[in-house]
């Protein structure tokens, strides 16, 4: 989508106006529902928790008997996992509270990266954007597309330009209706993307969703035959079945649009086919261009004069590309105010056009990067510190007599540290994969429902968390037991028995 518009919205693509309260409301709202659904898989996977210590224990047990120092260190590892057994209620809240927080570092840490890759430039095959350089919503004349093209056939390289010029370009005009001129509402109203149906053929759709990639080989095949209706008339159109739903249409009803945007225009539409609900273009709408250009005509036959946005109906141009050192040629030519100066045009790739209108939240993830991430860390390790810190209380005669019994000061530590390491490893390990395998299997599930949600189905966590869940677990582990280890290390036997005495 072009930075600053969002189809779902209204029919001018302007962002509705949100109190900051209601911000608010709903951001609480959202993280409510996330901390719900992390505490609840960590109560399903609780008990995958316990067989997997009853699993080591029981192993462990067979090398008790084993000759020193396998069977003595055997032993050892035994009383770890009896202290885990001692208080089952404490290991199981330390095991939640480590699998929520978790959780939610992985969910941060994988929509940070997720943005990370839409905004980061590619090398291979890129996807541009000509739009207007001074204004916002661009909007540019008609011609631009053909001079557009003229550009990359004439001086653009042949071993920079596509393949097939006509298959790689697409254009999109915005065109805001009503189905009434009296009221206006949501649900009367309808933004369609005036384009050539064969750029949807072409690929040149898939960043809007629109690719057997995306839809499914039954659902892209199905597009298809709509398109092919589509090109049989010029008022075909298609809309989301999301809008379809608002609005309350069905494909095969024929409407009449009074244009928002072009005033005093009118267009009679039949829906011809629907894009899947949940799809990127659910809530919108997609014409032909040539159906705008000729009503646009008409009223110049009508009224003698053209009408306002006749001269500025070109909203954008999409080039596609076969690498990045073509887009920076043609950038180049296309930027020169020499080449396009009335008005003026910018090119610059798909990413950094996310990456433009994701500026004005660069400080939410920011914050989200450098202070909520490292934030949650350091409530993981206060956390296991407080569990081993009261354990370590609850023990301490109990570690006096294991010195008495001749257990090293480092053996001590290291039994203590090896109980927070394996919560820690256990609660990071069950919480990342869960979050990343989650998603997998919820999209699988809606695949086979033929049920979408808009973005659900292109987002997907960073492989990496799989391997960074246990080690942040180790991590966390290793420096939330080092206080009270370091503690149950120096304790003096003589000290405690003269207490108890």
């Known amino acids: ?77 035994g009383l770890v996992f009896r202290s885990l ?23 941060i840490y994988s929509v940070v990266s997720f ?30 597309a053909s001079q557009v093209k003229a550009v990359i056939r004439d001086k653009l390289p042949k071993e920079y330009q596509p393949a097939d010029i006509d298959k790689n370009f697409m254009t999109w005009s915005f065109v805001g209706g009503s189905l009434s001129l009296e009221k206006r509402t949501q649900e009367n109203s309808l933004f369609l993307f005036a384009l050539d149906p064969d750029a949807v053929l072409n690929g040149m759709m898939s960043e809007q969703g629109l690719s057997p990639d995306d839809l499914g080989e039954a659902d892209w095949n199905e597009l298809v035959r709509v398109i092919n209706i589509v090109k049989e008339d010029k008022r075909n159109i298609i809309v989301g079945e999301d809008r379809l739903q608002i609005m309350g249409k069905r494909v095969g009803d024929e409407m009449t649009l009074y244009g928002l945007n072009y005033p005093d225009i009118t267009f009679e539409c039949k829906i011809v086919g629907a894009f899947p609900a949940g799809s990127r ?85 920011w914050g989200m990067k450098y202070i909520i991430m490292p934030a949650i860390m350091v409530i993981m390790c206060l956390v296991i510190g407080i569990t081993i810190t009261i354990g370590v209380r609850e023990r301490w005669t109990e570690m006096a007599v294991m010195k008495v019994l001749g257990f090293q000061p480092w053996q001590v530590m290291g039994m203590i540290v090896s109980e927070a390491v394996l ?29 979408k949600f808009s973005f659900f189905d292109s987002f997907a966590c960073p492989p990496e968390i799989i391997i ?34």
């Open 85 to 107: 057994r001692r208080n089952l209620l404490r290991t199981a809240l330390t095991y939640v509270a480590l699998f929520v927080l978790t959780g939610m570092l992985t969910l």
């Open 281 to 365: 273009l659910g809530t919108g709408a997609a014409m032909r261009y040539d159906y705008l250009q000729a009503k646009l005509d008409e009223y110049r036959a009508l009224k003698g004069k053209e009408h306002p946005t006749t001269t500025r109906c070109l909203n954008l141009i999409w080039v596609r590309l076969p690498d990045k050192e073509s887009y920076e040629r043609l950038a180049a030519i296309i930027n020169d105010p020499a080449t396009f100066s009335s008005p003026a045009v910018k090119m610059e790739t798909f990413s950094a056009a996310i990456g433009s209108f994701l500026e004005a939240y660069k400080d939410i993830f």
């Open 423 to 451: 919560i820690g490893v256990f609660g990071g390990m069950l919480s990342t994969w869960s979050v990343y395998f989650l998603p997998m299997a919820i999209n699988s599930a809606l695949k086979a429902a033929k049920v």
């Open 468 to 501: 960074y869940g246990p080690a942040l677990g180790i991590l966390v582990g290793l420096v939330g037991a080092a206080l009270p280890s370091w503690n149950a290390r120096k304790v003096k036997v003589s000290d405690v028995f003269s207490q108890v005495a």
């Open 1 to 77: 989508m072009p930075p600053g518009f969002d189809p779902t919205l209204n029919p001018a693509g302007l962002s509705p106006d949100f109190s900051l309260l209601e911000l608010g409301l709903y951001a609480g709202m959202g993280l409510f529902v996330v901390l719900l659904l992390l505490t609840l898989l960590a109560l399903a996977t609780l008990p995958i928790f316990f067989l997997a210590l009853f699993i080591l224990d029981f192993v462990l047990r067979g090398f008790q008997v084993s000759p020193d120092p396998v069977g003595k260190y055997a032993k050892l590892a």
């Open 115 to 144: 943005l990370g890759k839409l905004t980061s430039e590619k090398q291979a095959q890129q996807m541009v954007i000509v739009t207007e350089k001074f204004a916002i919503p661009s909007m540019m004349p008609p011609g631009y």
